[in-house]
């Protein structure tokens, strides 16, 4: 199993419930690296609310906001973003709906949310600074996400029914959804970050958990989902490992990876 990259969802997949890393993760990650294996984090968090875990793992490359932005360290290699003109008629689109709450929008100028956060709310800590912005007023910016708090799915996909260049992905066990250019998935970050270093597709392994993880699941030589997955992408995957909760990725990894690296190695010896 000729392995060079490994891409790995972050929240339920490679985090715990606590939104926590394991030494024991950490640890199987920097092994791998050490091996020469490449390392990236797909996530549709922005990079500024998983510093906490780059800083941790220090991964090879990072495919932030869903797939909309993908950095070498400082260099982008893509990048997929809506308009300022299509943000603001989405927002507008939004602000005149029942049913939504929270509205939050990731842009190169910062985060941006329609009403005030509690900065000691620990499920707001991670994404701040939060900057509280009249969305009735537009912004000056394009977007990479924005990030919907709706109570009802007809809600969602009808904001985006007149947008025919965004789309809409639902988060799993929550009443939020992701609105992105169509260009924006993991996918294609993973598609990009392959052709610029020269690795076959088939030689990077994927794991996640969600419905936007599918497509990445599907495309890489081997895809693995955690046990804690959704079924739609248990279904499209190769491989079920263990929970997050119970480190699943890095026990798929040192089981797979780098004990049979191992063996292969100590063989090659005798």
Same mark, same amino acid.
């Given at each position: 199993?000729?392995?060079?990259?490994?891409?790995?969802? +972050? &929240?339920?997949?490679?985090?715990?419930?606590?939104?926590?890393?394991?030494? *024991?993760?950490?640890?199987?990650? +920097?092994?791998?690296?050490?091996?020469?294996?490449?390392?990236?984090?797909?996530?549709?968090?922005?990079?500024?609310?998983?510093?906490?875990?780059?800083?941790?793992?220090?991964?090879?490359?990072?495919?932030?906001?869903?797939?909309?932005?993908?950095?070498?360290?400082?260099?982008?290699?893509?990048?997929?973003?809506?308009?300022?003109?299509?943000?603001?008629? +989405?927002?507008?689109?939004?602000?005149?709906?029942?049913?939504?709450?929270?509205?939050?929008?990731?842009? &190169?100028?910062?985060?941006?949310?329609?009403?005030?956060?509690?900065?000691?709310?620990?499920?707001?800590?991670? *994404?701040?600074? /939060?900057?509280?912005?009249?969305?009735?007023?537009?912004?000056?910016? &394009?977007?990479?996400?924005?990030?919907?708090?709706?109570?009802?799915?007809?809600?969602?996909?009808?904001? %985006?029914?007149?947008?025919?260049?965004?789309?809409?992905?639902?988060?799993?066990?929550?009443?939020?959804?992701?609105?992105?250019? @169509?260009?924006? &998935? @993991?996918?294609?970050?993973?598609?990009?970050?392959?052709?610029?270093?020269?690795?076959?597709?088939?030689?990077?392994?994927?794991?996640?958990?969600?419905?936007?993880?599918?497509?990445?699941?599907?495309?890489?030589?081997?895809?693995?989902?955690?046990?804690?997955?959704?079924?739609?992408?248990?279904?499209? /995957?190769?491989? #079920?490992?263990?929970?997050?909760?119970?480190?699943? %990725?890095?026990?798929?990894?040192?089981?797979? #990876?780098?004990?049979?690296? @191992? @063996?292969?190695?100590? /063989?090659?010896?005798?």
């Amino acid at each position: 199993m000729d392995i060079k990259m490994i891409v790995t969802d +972050l &929240d339920r997949t490679l985090l715990r419930s606590d939104k926590t890393i394991s030494d *024991y993760t950490a640890s199987v990650l +920097l092994a791998c690296q050490q091996r020469g294996i490449s390392v990236v984090f797909a996530t549709a968090r922005s990079e500024n609310s998983c510093k906490r875990f780059t800083d941790l793992i220090k991964p090879n490359a990072i495919i932030s906001n869903g797939g909309a932005l993908v950095r070498i360290g400082d260099k982008t290699i893509y990048r997929s973003a809506m308009s300022m003109e299509t943000v603001n008629e +989405l927002l507008l689109s939004c602000l005149n709906r029942r049913n939504v709450g929270y509205i939050t929008v990731d842009t &190169d100028k910062g985060y941006f949310v329609n009403k005030p956060v509690d900065e000691n709310d620990p499920g707001w800590i991670e *994404y701040l600074p /939060a900057s509280y912005v009249d969305f009735s007023q537009g912004l000056d910016c &394009d977007a990479y996400k924005i990030t919907i708090e709706i109570s009802d799915d007809t809600t969602a996909y009808n904001v %985006v029914s007149g947008f025919p260049n965004v789309e809409v992905i639902p988060f799993s066990g929550e009443s939020w959804y992701r609105f992105a250019s @169509k260009g924006a &998935d @993991k996918w294609q970050g993973v598609s990009a970050l392959a052709s610029i270093t020269d690795i076959d597709l088939k030689n990077i392994i994927a794991f996640g958990d969600d419905y936007n993880d599918i497509e990445m699941l599907r495309g890489c030589g081997i895809g693995v989902a955690v046990s804690n997955a959704v079924d739609e992408a248990k279904a499209v /995957a190769n491989c #079920i490992c263990d929970t997050s909760d119970n480190d699943g %990725v890095a026990k798929w990894l040192e089981e797979r #990876i780098l004990i049979m690296r @191992k @063996k292969e190695s100590v /063989a090659l010896r005798n």
